[in-house]
């Protein structure tokens, strides 16, 4: 942190990251609020742009056959329309971070809807890690984003992808039922195998270093795709 500190006080202009992201149960929130805290302590500006749909979504979704619903029609790549941006997004960045949950293989309907409205405005020209909280399946999102912001004129050098630490078949029946209003931590049978729903201390802890990584990269004009963000707890 001297290091950073010392460059800034220097003259040296600090790094600007915008962070884009929904979150729809909190968990994306949850591991953004500690990859921006590494940021900043490497003296990175962090802008934060929360994508708020038009009409409110409900976490938990409440019942079981909601949650099969939203799980078939998110495999179709189903739009949520959102709110329109904030002057934030009209600015340049030396980084944007473009982070969500997966939903049904695919990134969520918020982040998609973005993509549509804004994607060219928003991404042209700009280096865009996506960050990625998902329950175990992150490929097909991860392609398929990374496709898509290419469309836009976007570098996409990496990703960071954070999964659920519980183990199948467990973590799957957990977060189905957690969605469905149920506390499957709670249960005799569910609860020996599956603690808690979402991310675990220790992967908040490696989001905080993982932003130190990136603070540290943008101030020293390395290459991002030289990072690396795959580990034991965020996704080996």
Not at 155 to 180: D, M, Q, Y
Not at 185 to 194: A, D, H, M, N, W
Request: with cysteine; proline share 7%; glycine share 10%.
């Amino acid at each position: 942190m001297a290091d950073a500190t010392d460059k800034l006080q220097a003259g040296e202009e600090a790094p600007r990251v915008l962070v884009v992201y929904f979150s729809f149960s909190g968990q994306t929130s949850g591991i953004l609020t500690h990859l921006a805290a590494g940021l900043k302590e490497q003296g990175v500006v962090v802008e934060t742009e929360k994508l708020q749909p038009v009409t409110p979504l409900r976490f938990p979704i409440g019942n079981v056959p909601a949650t099969l619903a939203m799980m078939l029609i998110t495999f179709f790549r189903n739009r949520v329309p959102i709110q329109p941006l904030s002057e934030l997004a009209r600015s340049r960045y030396d980084c944007i971070i473009l982070a969500g949950p997966t939903w049904s293989y695919n990134p969520s309907g918020p982040v998609l809807s973005l993509i549509d409205r804004d994607g060219k405005a928003l991404f042209a020209g700009q280096t865009v890690v996506p960050l990625i909280s998902c329950r175990g399946y992150w490929r097909m999102h991860w392609y398929g984003l990374r496709h898509l912001l290419g469309r836009c004129g976007a570098t996409v050098p990496n990703c960071i992808v954070f999964s659920h630490p519980s183990t199948e078949p467990w973590r799957t029946l957990g977060v189905f039922l957690k969605l469905a209003g149920k506390n499957p931590e709670l249960s005799k049978i569910i609860g020996r195998f599956y603690r808690r729903y979402g991310h675990s201390k220790e992967q908040r802890d490696e989001a905080w270093r993982f932003g130190l990584m990136l603070g540290d990269a943008l101030r020293q004009g390395r290459d991002l795709a030289g990072l690396d963000f795959h580990t034991p707890t965020a996704v080996p």
